[in-house]
């Protein structure tokens, strides 16, 4: 018996894959959730073999949801239902089973539990074995044939550290390495630390028969990033894309918010790390505020909230972005939520700069 989920905020949406569902044919367990958190919340304690997820929803998205599910439960198989075709190659990027376009139709659903019952091979085994997470902290893994993770381990700090500048950089001159990881040594022991940590960083990520070519040409260092997975390069990658037409990719964005965990290499004391954290969090910063700001004009405005929202997870004494907030609810009629939002920027401007919010904002509450 299969059990499955579905997870849309469109509730007669919701019904209406779970009446199709329901009359497959096969016998399964169907569970229904309007509300993204509280599916992962019972993925947590309640095995769960499919989701159907829709990919644009309130708080968290789809796409979002799918990662939460997924470091639950690795084996679960996620299909996106949504009514955007421009998310289809977008959702197969993601490791979906499957993508379906609304309405669901009882023949379409057929062509997904083929899918599903077929084990399809999902587009995450293409990927290298070696997968390197830098935002929101610091994890290295290697990934085996059926898919179990095993973490990397890297012989001391300061090999830890080499090895994610190393990631970050991608190419970078050895007198670069050693002015910021061993500044203040004499040259000869520079040079010796830098070489016996990078004996052991290639040590590390070439074990167990997994390969990852650290090479150096004249006196550049460079790490093979074909050969490896890093969230920070797939991040890059979608803002490079986003850049070029940011109006028609919404679906990069939220998976560009998906990846988007924390900033980068967080409670790591890299004092080369930080101008480059700032940076990507000003870059991720103003693509939110930019898509914001078309879902505004084009009165999309839950989803308008969602995107200030997420602005205000990374500057909360935003009060520009407080009033675009205040004024979305007071739009759809939720003063209350209005007050609310408000009475949080007052707090803040209070506590961390001593002032009051701007006099404009208490007229429109008016």
């Known amino acids: 018996m299969l059990r499955i989920m579905i997870v849309d905020d469109e509730e007669l949406a919701a019904m209406r894959l779970r009446r199709i569902v329901a009359e497959y044919g096969e016998p399964s367990e169907v569970v229904l959730f309007l509300d993204s958190q ?9 095995a769960v073999d499919v989701a159907f997820l829709d990919i644009s929803m309130p708080d968290i998205n789809g796409m979002q949801l799918s990662k939460l599910l997924t470091d639950v439960n690795e084996s679960i198989k996620i299909v996106f239902v949504t009514g955007y075709d421009a998310y289809a190659v977008h959702a197969f990027e993601l490791n979906a089973v499957d993508y379906i376009m609304k309405p669901v139709t009882a023949e379409r659903l057929n062509v997904t539990m083929k899918r599903i019952r077929a ?3 999902s587009i995450e085994a293409s990927r290298p074995p070696l997968e390197v997470f830098l935002f929101n902290g610091m994890t290295v893994s290697v990934r085996d044939a059926d898919g179990v993770r095993e973490a990397v381990k890297l012989r001391s700090p300061k090999t830890e550290e080499l090895f994610a ?27 010796k630390n830098l070489n016996s940590t990078l004996y052991y960083v290639r040590k590390a990520i070439n074990a167990d028969g997994h390969k990852c070519e650290i090479s150096m040409a004249g006196n550049e260092i460079r790490i093979n990033a074909d050969e490896l997975y890093c969230d920070l390069h797939e991040f890059e990658r979608l803002l490079k894309e986003i850049r070029r037409d940011p109006e028609r990719n919404a679906g990069l964005l ?6 988007y965990s924390g900033p980068l290499l967080r409670g790591k004391a890299y004092d080369w790390a930080s101008g480059y954290a700032l940076n990507l969090e000003r870059q991720y910063t103003e693509l939110l505020e930019l898509q914001a ?3 505004r004009q084009r009165g999309q405005l839950l989803q308008a909230l969602n995107g200030y929202g997420e602005i205000l997870k990374l500057d909360a004494l935003r009060e520009d972005v407080h009033i675009e907030l205040i004024r979305i609810f007071l739009e759809l ?14 707090l803040l401007l209070r506590s961390e700069l001593g002032m009051e919010p701007d006099s404009k904002i208490r007229e429109l509450l008016q």
């Open 38 to 46: 509280e599916a992962h919340e019972y993925a947590k304690t309640h």
């Open 119 to 121: 084990g399809r091979p």
């Open 165 to 191: 500048f190393l990631v970050c950089k991608r190419t970078v001159h050895r007198e670069e390495i050693i002015d910021t990881l061993w500044n203040g040594f004499v040259p000869d022991k520079a040079w």
């Open 254 to 259: 939220q998976r560009a918010e998906a990846l």
């Open 293 to 295: 700001r078309h879902y």
């Open 333 to 346: 009629g939720r003063k209350n939520e209005a007050i609310r939002q408000y009475r949080q920027l007052e």
